[in-house]
Each structure stands twice: as structure tokens, then as C-alpha cells.
């Protein structure tokens, strides 16, 4: 708790408003926050206020799974939790997204057997006690949530459990970054802090070097954030793009390895995966790698 209220101390909030002043060039900045959790800070604190007299303008990022979930991808879940004899499991979030003409949560009440769960775990056990049900878990995520369903996956395995697979909906931050340059004037970007506590600053480094665009990887209190910005304004001014790890509490460099190499065990990219809003995204999805098809519960 002493830790969260220096990150949101007032005292320390306008001594970084002053620095952002000071550096301002006096122009219109564009910067986008990838993560909807930055999001939901920027607007529930007010930063966006904050920092208009400044010029800084906040870009909304793609960074929300849920949203950016197609119909297609919704419709297959109902028509998986339609199948005799299934249990569809997934998260909570995603019960009430749309598809073409329902939702998981409309069908729930239909009465079809479907499960919201706050880990992948929670399938496994619901697949012990369930054996001669088929259980799928509709799994989504960024980065962040992906080597959850490896690990489900892995504990499966080690338990001998049959009856468990997977519907995979994982999709990759960087490719998603790389979507939006084409078609806007994004100056710099607030990188997603929990994405970069699995892959690690360095996954950023080709995409700077690539569109010469700064990424400061931020935590999600309003200290954390206004530090970010400070920082891109700095690399701005300087002329440099850089990419630079605010939130060290939780980031490194190297990234999560364990969780990589999980990641890389069991998924591989997509040649494409439609985004809700954005379209088809090459290589921007993963799916089960051949090996491990019999988990593959995707129509």
C-alpha cells in the first residue's frame, strides 16, 4: 500500500506535470497507449485532462483481447457449446461479445453448459469431474494469458486427462503495434506492462528500429504513467528512438523465459487472424503447433 500511494502522490504528480511542461514542443504529440489497462488509468485519473494544455494527445491502442475478438471467433464457441455432450469454458469477460447473432452468455441461457472460469485451471478440474463430457476452453489473451493455456495444456498432459481441449484465440502485441503505423500519425507508444513482463523489452527493439518510434514500457498508476511520457518527450526532443522500461518493478529485459519456452512448446504463429475493427493482420495470432492437434478444438 506504501508503494501505491507514492505512485499516486499529488506532490509527485505535478513535479512530473512541471518536467512534461518544460519539455513540451509546444506542438500536438500523439501517443498511444497499447494496453487497455493504461486506458482505464489514463480515464480514471484524469491524466488525458492533465496533459491536454501540453499538446499530448492519447491514441487508444488495440491492446483489449475481448474487443478486438471477431464474430467469427464467437460464433465458433456457440457453435462448439452447441455440440452434445460439451462444456465450454472461458473467461468471464467474454460472455457478453457479440457475434453474428448471439453471445456466449445469450446461449448460457438457452441453457447450453457454459462455464465462466478466472484461471485455465479451473477447466482441468472441471474436466476431472466431468469424464464423459468433451470440456473446451475458449482461450484468449495477448502474451500476457497465453502461457496460462500452455500450462493447462501441460498439466493435462502430466494428469492423463482425455476429455480437455483447447479453442485457441491468442493474439501478438507487436504485430497489432505494427497494424496501426500504417494508417495514423502515432509519434510514440506507452508499451503494455504486463504483455512485456512475458516477452521482455528487447521483443521492441526490431519494431523501433523499424518505424523509429519511441516505446516506453509503463506500469499503470498515474506516476508511472506521467514518468512515460515524460520520457518519450525527452527522446522526442533528442531526436531518439529508444525503447525504454519504466516499469521495472515488473519488466525486464530478458522477459519471462520460462513462459517463452512454454509458449513456444506448445503454439506457433498464424499465417493471419482477423482483429474486430482492424481486419486481417498477417502473423499476428498463434494456433496449436501439428504435434498437438488432438488438443485442437477449432472448427
Not at 513482463?197 to 498515474?222: D, L, W
Amino acid at each position: 500500500m506504501e508503494l501505491l500511494k507514492d505512485l499516486r502522490n499529488p506532490e509527485l504528480v505535478k513535479k512530473l506535470l512541471k518536467a512534461i511542461e518544460r519539455e513540451a514542443p509546444g506542438r500536438p504529440v500523439k501517443i498511444m497507449e497499447v494496453c487497455g489497462g493504461h486506458t482505464h488509468a489514463i480515464m480514471r485519473y484524469g491524466l488525458n485532462k492533465l496533459l491536454e494544455p501540453f499538446g499530448i494527445e492519447f491514441l487508444h491502442g488495440p491492446g483489449c483481447p475481448v474487443c478486438v475478438m471477431p464474430k467469427e471467433r464467437i460464433d465458433q464457441a456457440i457453435a462448439i457449446a452447441n455440440q452434445p455432450g460439451v462444456i465450454l469454458t472461458t473467461y468471464g469477460d467474454m460472455m457478453r461479445v457479440p457475434g453474428s447473432k448471439s453471445s456466449l452468455i445469450k446461449e448460457r441461457a438457452k441453457g447450453r453448459d457454459i462455464r465462466m472460469v478466472y484461471s485455465p485451471l479451473e477447466s482441468l478440474k472441471i474436466a476431472e469431474e466431468n469424464p464423459d463430457k468433451k470440456v473446451v476452453f475458449f482461450a484468449i489473451g495477448f502474451e500476457t494469458t497465453t502461457p496460462m493455456t500452455a500450462g493447462l495444456m501441460e498439466l493435462a498432459t502430466q494428469r492423463g486427462i482425455k476429455n480437455l481441449l483447447v479453442h485457441v484465440n491468442h493474439v501478438l502485441v507487436i504485430p497489432a503495434m505494427e497494424a496501426v503505423m500504417h494508417e495514423s500519425e502515432i509519434e510514440a507508444f506507452i508499451g503494455p506492462g504486463h504483455v512485456s513482463a512475458i516477452i521482455g523489452g528487447n521483443a521492441y527493439k526490431p519494431f523501433v528500429e523499424k518505424y523509429r518510434v519511441p516505446v516506453v514500457i509503463s506500469g499503470f498508476e498515474p506516476v508511472d504513467i506521467l514518468e512515460s511520457v515524460l520520457r518519450i518527450l525527452k527522446q522526442l526532443k533528442e531526436n531518439r528512438a529508444e525503447v525504454e522500461i519504466q516499469y521495472t518493478r515488473a519488466v525486464s529485459w530478458e522477459g519471462n523465459v520460462k513462459a517463452q519456452q512454454l509458449m513456444e512448446k506448445y503454439f506457433e504463429e498464424r499465417e493471419t487472424f482477423r482483429w474486430r475493427g482492424l481486419g486481417d493482420i498477417p502473423r499476428s495470432g498463434l494456433k496449436l503447433k501439428d504435434e498437438y492437434s488432438e488438443w485442437d478444438a477449432e472448427i
